[in-house]
Every structure is written in structure tokens, then in C-alpha cells.
């Protein structure tokens, strides 16, 4: 069993910064691939970015490539993402998920567990 929090959302500017942050509980963190998603009202989840259970070179989505960046920091046992030049297209419920496998990483269906989500409003 896998308990995820995530944390950092809020309502920021067109431009600016957020950092979410994701805290893992009840298993091994660096044996868990790790991933966010994020999901707006009316559409599906949308894949963001992820690391595999090994980590290395994390893969990103091509809508957010260059402006976001996810790190794990093992010790803590927590996962971020740190989101610059929003747009206002980036507004969604973000969530923190993990998965057992490597496979499909980008696919939310391959995750085993989800956190709450955490709310990031991107105003023009």
C-alpha cells in the first residue's frame, strides 16, 4: 500500500512559477515509478511527466516540455514538480501518482495509487 499527499497548488499569474510537491508513504520510494497528472473540468487526465522505478532521464509531455521539471529527492521520500511559465491552459487538478512496473509510464491506467490532487489556477 502507497499513501500520496500532494501539496503547492494555488492561482498564479500567466508567466509565473508553482511548486508541487508530492510525499510518499508505505512502501520503498525509489522502488515506485512516479509520475503527475493532471486533469481539467470536462476532459480527460492528461499525462504531465514521469520518472521510472529506476529513475534516470524523466519523460515529459510535449504540451509542457521546457517549462516544467519533475525531481525526486529519495531521502525525503518526495516527488516534485516545478511548473514555470504557466499558461493558462496548464489550469487543472494536478495529481501525484505511482506505479510497480516500468511500463506505460505516461498511460494513468498503468498507476497503482493517486493522491488527492492539488488545485493550480493559471490567470491571463
Known amino acids: 500500500q502507497v499513501q500520496l499527499v500532494e501539496s503547492g497548488g494555488g492561482l498564479v499569474q500567466a508567466g509565473g512559477s508553482l511548486r508541487l510537491s508530492c510525499v510518499a508513504s508505505g512502501r520503498t520510494f525509489s522502488s515506485l515509478g512516479m509520475g503527475w497528472f493532471r486533469q481539467a473540468p470536462g476532459k480527460e487526465r492528461e499525462f504531465v511527466a514521469a520518472?521510472?522505478?529506476?529513475?534516470?532521464?524523466?519523460y515529459y509531455a510535449d504540451s509542457v516540455k521546457g517549462r516544467f521539471t519533475i525531481f525526486r529527492d529519495n531521502a525525503k521520500s518526495t516527488l516534485y514538480l516545478q511548473m514555470n511559465s504557466l499558461k493558462p491552459e496548464d489550469t487543472a487538478v494536478y495529481s501525484c501518482a505511482a506505479r510497480l512496473t516500468d511500463s506505460g509510464l505516461a498511460t494513468s491506467l498503468k498507476y497503482n495509487y493517486w493522491g488527492q490532487g492539488t488545485q493550480v489556477t493559471v490567470s491571463s
Open positions: 520518472f521510472g522505478r529506476s529513475g534516470g532521464s524523466p
